[in-house]
């Protein structure tokens, strides 16, 4: 399946990954009217952690083992047969958070409406992620690690 | 006589996990599932939920219509299995029917415990709240009887969300608990009294250090509940969500060692051959304390159930320890708790956080340059990188300082285990 590898030494911590999320998970997909309009209802998927000079973006890490799956009570956190992606399905999904205590990278989030979770899927329908494709300097880059 | 190469009784996590276990090792061999109860595998702890009209019955299945079959698995649901012989590797239903296997897991739950010295607790009205029969049953009775009141007996996680549900209904709720606070079991103090501070501006009455000790009746309904100490509560419900044990009734007989529950070892083996449990009614090891222990969550009985499975179809699964964590929402405050939540005597140190207005609680627990437990309540954001260094047992004496600020984070860890996280292999067996 297709993974993102996170490259610390390569971030300069702009967060135009942030930015890019943010547009394609908008309604408009444009990037005015999806801040003006659209941000407080978006929560990225990709967030970049600074530490002085040091910084990377983070985003759902599609584990084999994925612990939020395991420990996901109504079945909602699945992982997509097609592309291996671990999805969450927010139409069963009741807000227990069971995801965020048991990821280790922090990576589910409580989605705007404080009853869903929310995190990154890996940008249905597009070939290549909007936050690697937009990273200017190859912090986030794809792989396809050939397994499926 | 039917046969199977794969036998698994239960129809939860558990069950539904060791199914994807021995798929992921076996594609074909034949598997049949075994269940008391009659649904197709729904979510049990969203009962309270379907209770209380939060999801509708279509919501409930754990996985979706076409699951079993796409699994491949033979079902036989509403079948009762009485007897396990491991010798002749078969088993016994209630109609009479004995099915031959070559791997059994035993994957059945617990049982609610209903107190039996509490005089009229077989009046209607009252009842236990583990399936979506009782779920069913309850919402009935509720109509039927026009219910406006209830009594919660016990102050733990299926009482509070029974409670919830309650008051979701309109329904005016006493929650009665025999320990001086709620969740003692799950939470510190401090957090039980911002829960139950949450639960008061809701409405709902806590009566502490107290219990039921007869319950009244009329008309063979019951009417009201006296306490221990002294004090007379009327309801038009009651409901005991005093615990659950392991339902080890079904092998009694068989020879397969039980103490609170089945025993069984890192890879989920039973004393018996081919005979293998997990989910509620396994006893496995512990990740802190080491010793084999019943802890019943829901996150346990999935990974029990993948080990399980994956190892009933050859391959070598490992179970890494159990470990208590619970995250419940209460009412509309998100609260997690993980491993050990308070100090357990000298060499244990605590960090914590305390916003009493907001209702916002962090306290991590450290052993021995370790964090072997945490309670967040409120601001539970990005709790599981707690719960992974708790797991991993990664020593966090260098990054102490930093656990307890606003900006902790992935990259506040050590470079090696960030690598680990990022790599998305932390987790892998």
Redesign the interface.
């Known amino acids: 399946m297709k993974r993102i590898r996170i490259c610390e030494e390569h971030c300069i911590g702009c967060g135009l990954c942030e930015v890019h999320c943010v547009v394609q998970h908008s309604r408009s997909r444009n990037i005015i009217r999806a801040f003006r309009e659209e941000r407080d209802g978006i929560v990225p998927g990709v967030k970049v952690e600074r530490d002085g000079h040091l910084s990377f973006a983070l985003q759902c890490r599609h584990c084999e083992d994925a612990p939020c799956i395991e420990a996901c009570m109504t079945g909602a956190m699945h992982r997509d047969p097609e592309t291996g992606a671990v999805l969450c399905d927010t139409e069963r999904c009741v807000g227990c958070w069971m995801c965020i205590m048991a990821c280790p990278a922090g990576a589910v989030q409580r989605g705007a409406s404080g009853k869903v979770a929310s995190k990154c899927d890996l940008c249905i329908g597009e070939d290549v992620p909007v936050c690697v494709a937009n990273c200017p300097n190859e912090a986030l880059v794809l792989e396809d690690d050939g397994d499926d | 006589m039917t046969k199977t190469k794969y036998l698994i009784i239960g129809n939860s996590v558990a069950a539904v996990?060791a199914v994807s276990g021995i798929r992921q090792v076996d594609a074909d061999g034949d598997i049949t599932l075994i269940s008391r109860e009659t649904q197709h595998t729904y979510?049990?702890?969203?009962i309270t939920?379907l209770l209380g009209g939060?999801?509708g019955e279509e919501?409930m299945?754990?996985?979706p219509a076409d699951w079993y079959e796409k699994s491949g698995v033979n079902t036989m649901l509403g079948t009762e299995v009485t007897h396990v012989d491991p010798e002749a590797h078969t088993v016994d239903t209630a109609g009479g029917q004995t099915i031959g296997y070559e791997k059994l897991l035993i994957a059945v739950g617990g049982t609610p415990i209903v107190p039996r010295d509490v005089q009229g607790a077989d009046a209607e009205g009252v009842f236990t709240f583990t399936t979506m029969d009782d779920a069913d049953a309850i919402a009935n009775y509720i109509e039927e009887r026009e219910v406006r009141s209830a009594i919660v007996v016990g102050g733990g996680l299926i009482g509070l969300k029974s409670v919830e549900a309650l008051i979701e209904l309109g329904i005016s709720t006493t929650v009665v608990e025999l320990a001086d606070r709620m969740l003692s079991a799950t939470f510190d103090e401090t957090a039980s009294t911002l829960a139950q501070r949450r639960l008061a501006r809701a409405g709902v009455e806590v009566r502490t250090s107290t219990t039921v000790a007869e319950l009244l009746s009329e008309n063979g309904r019951v009417v009201g509940a006296k306490l221990t100490d002294g004090e007379t509560l009327p309801c038009e419900l009651l409901i005991f969500a005093i615990g659950v044990l392991p339902a080890t009734g079904i092998v009694q007989g068989s020879g397969i060692d039980s103490d609170r529950g089945i025993i069984v070892d890192d890879g989920m083996r039973t004393s018996a051959e081919d005979v293998y449990a997990a989910g509620d009614v396994a006893q496995a090891r512990a990740l802190l304390c080491g010793t084999n222990r019943c802890i019943a969550i829901?996150?346990n009985a999935?990974?029990q159930g993948?080990v399980a499975g994956r190892n009933m179809a050859g391959a070598e699964a490992q179970w890494e320890g159990g470990l208590v964590?619970?995250?419940?929402?209460i009412v509309d405050l998100?609260t997690?708790s993980?491993g050990v939540t308070e100090a357990l005597g000298e060499g244990y140190e605590e960090l914590s956080q305390l916003n009493e207005v907001a209702l916002s609680y962090r306290k991590l627990v450290l052993h021995e340059g370790r964090i072997v437990g945490a309670v967040f309540v409120g601001d539970?954001?990005?709790?599981?990188?707690i719960?992974?260094l708790i797991?991993?047992r990664i020593d966090v004496s260098e990054i102490r300082d930093v656990l307890m600020s606003d900006?902790f984070?992935?990259?506040?860890l050590p470079a090696a285990y960030r690598e680990r996280?990022?790599?998305?292999?932390?987790?892998?067996?």
Request: proline content about 6%; overall charge positive; aromatic content about 8%.
């Open positions: 996990a979510s049990r702890p969203l939920y939060k999801v919501q299945a754990y996985r829901f996150p999935y990974r993948i964590m619970n995250s419940v929402t998100p997690i993980v539970i954001d990005r709790a599981g990188i719960t992974g797991r991993e900006d984070g992935l990259i506040s996280v990022l790599s998305g292999t932390v987790n892998r067996r």
